[in-house]
């Protein structure tokens, strides 16, 4: 019973990271544009 057990931790926690890996991706998406717009003004 404890092999199944952590595979499937080890598959939760995979999927964990790869949910988190792309919340930090949007976020950072989101900053990197609004960054960018507000940029546009100063002609930079």
């Known amino acids: 019973m404890k092999k199944p057990k ?3 931790e080890s ?3 995979s999927l964990m990271n ?3 890996n792309q ?3 949007q ?3 989101r900053v990197k544009a609004s960054a960018f717009d507000s ?3 100063l002609g930079l």
């Open 6 to 8: 952590a595979g499937l």
């Open 11 to 13: 598959q939760n926690q």
């Open 18 to 20: 790869q949910v988190m």
């Open 23 to 25: 919340v930090i991706r």
């Open 27 to 29: 976020s950072v998406n």
């Open 39 to 41: 940029s546009l003004p």
